[in-house]
């Protein structure tokens, strides 16, 4: 079986170059329709960068592997005279001589037949989904793709994407590790690119090497401290993202067992909020305006229920099932949350659990769920009851879908507004249910 190859990839740009970019992961995931199923005319006549994410955000999620290449490339860009780049990381060839090796063995015991094992690595998908996130800072934009493949990176594939980037200016920053090695060595790559290259045959002002965890989770932590707001260069920007998405638990462990009782404290640190959502100011209303966009376009929403061991829920999800609507309600003074927990309801009232766990979603997008629970319906998609798991689990399992209905978005960030000025005793939302609940 493939071994996990983790891919890391973060474009910054201005909006004019970022709508470029949008518009050449369009144009490959129509030139592979019949997998995707986009049709590039749902992108044209789209203005934002907004609408052009959201417009292919569903089909970049799900088909990410078939979103860097495709569509036709300028024949005077051929590449034919560069091999690009091959991950530091990879242990593609490892695996290719393992192959080979199996071949010859079998081939000399059984001389009259011809043994062929397995497929050659290639940046085959290992993930279901890419974690894709749109994402602004002033006037600047940066798209982050988050996947996994088998053995290696999709190398050739990334080539062909900034091969056939149009002209422009672009922060790139690309990191890869392997788990053949438990990611104690990191590829990292970052640097402007102008399209029409390959992704290595363009870089200035970046990086290009490769690191272990420790250094890592030394940029890591420096990066998550940094105000992207306040970043210079696009390169810059591009590597802050990237590094900071980086959450593979062998990547930014500390390596020293000195620090090991210090484990949560620093997750803590890692995963602090962004905005106080107690008491926002004006300034942070601004913010966390561009950042309610950034989230709406990740819906649908699909995460785990937590807590199902505790106040009798284990019984009360027997009585689940998958498709069933849920009621969801806001606590924004709940002990187990920093600002805002969310709790679910069947429709007899029975509370099943909390929506999100310590990782899924953020506290920053779970707040922002909690303002918008009028507008959001909540759909089971998954049950697993403690008695079909066996007696030895501890508690049920439970997937929800939250959906958004169709918003004024304007209308919507003005009584986020209103209602973030509440004392947040006094905030209390639940989600839109149908009539007969």
């Known amino acids: 079986m ?128 890419a974690s894709v996130e749109l994402s602004r800072y002033g006037d600047r934009w940066v798209i982050q793709l988050y996947y996994s493949t088998a053995w290696e990176p999709n190398s050739s594939d990334i080539d062909s994407f900034f091969l056939g980037l149009p002209e422009g200016e672009y922060g790139v920053a690309f990191l890869d590790a392997d788990e053949y090695d438990g990611y104690e060595t990191i590829s990292v790559f970052s640097g402007v690119h102008h399209g029409r290259a ?49 959450n593979d638990w062998g990547s930014w462990e500390e390596p020293y067992e000195d620090d090991y009782d210090d484990t949560d404290s620093r997750l803590e640190k890692l995963n602090a909020p962004l905005f106080n959502w107690d008491n926002p100011n004006e300034d942070e209303f601004e913010k966390i305006s561009d950042y309610v966009i950034g989230v709406l376009s990740t819906f649908p929403f699909e995460c785990e229920v937590t807590g199902a061991k505790y ?31 969310i709790e679910l309801f069947d429709k007899e009232g029975r509370s099943l659990g909390n929506v999100g766990g310590y990782w899924n979603p953020s506290e920053d997008k779970r707040a922002v769920f909690a303002c918008l629970l009028p507008h959001i319906r909540a759909t089971v998609v998954n049950v697993e009851t403690q008695s079909s798991r066996g007696d030895w689990r501890k508690q049920a399992h439970l997937d929800v879908r939250l959906e958004l209905e169709p918003i004024d978005l304007p209308v919507v960030l003005e009584e986020m507004r209103s209602f973030l000025k509440l004392d947040p005793k006094k905030r209390s939302l639940s989600s839109a249910v149908s009539e007969e609940h």
């Open 311 to 341: 106040l009798g829920r284990n019984q009360n999800i027997e009585h689940c099932i998958s498709g069933s609507e849920v009621c969801l309600k806001s606590d924004w003074n709940s002990p187990y949350f920093k600002y805002a927990g």
């Open 198 to 246: 390959l992704l290595h045959d363009a870089a200035e002002e970046g990086e290009d090497d490769s690191i272990d965890s420790h250094e890592l989770w030394e940029l890591l932590k420096k990066g998550r401290a940094e105000n992207r707001d306040e970043i210079d260069g696009l390169a810059h920007l591009a590597f802050n993202c990237a590094v900071s998405q980086w």
């Open 2 to 129: 493939a071994n996990y190859h983790t891919n890391d990839l973060a474009i910054a740009a201005d909006t004019e170059n970022m709508k470029k970019v949008l518009l050449n992961f369009a144009a490959n995931l129509a030139a592979n329709s019949e997998e995707t199923g986009f049709d590039f005319h749902d992108i044209l006549g789209l203005r934002s960068a907004e609408g052009m994410y959201q417009a292919i955000e569903s089909a970049l999620t799900c088909y990410y592997w078939l979103a860097f290449s495709g569509a036709p490339v300028d024949e005077d860009l051929s590449s034919d005279n560069s091999l690009g780049w091959e991950s530091s990381t990879s242990s593609a060839s490892g695996y290719a001589s393992q192959v080979e090796a199996l071949e010859r063995v079998f081939s000399s015991r059984f001389q009259d037949a011809d043994f062929k094992f397995g497929v050659r690595p290639s940046g085959r998908p290992m993930s279901e989904e």
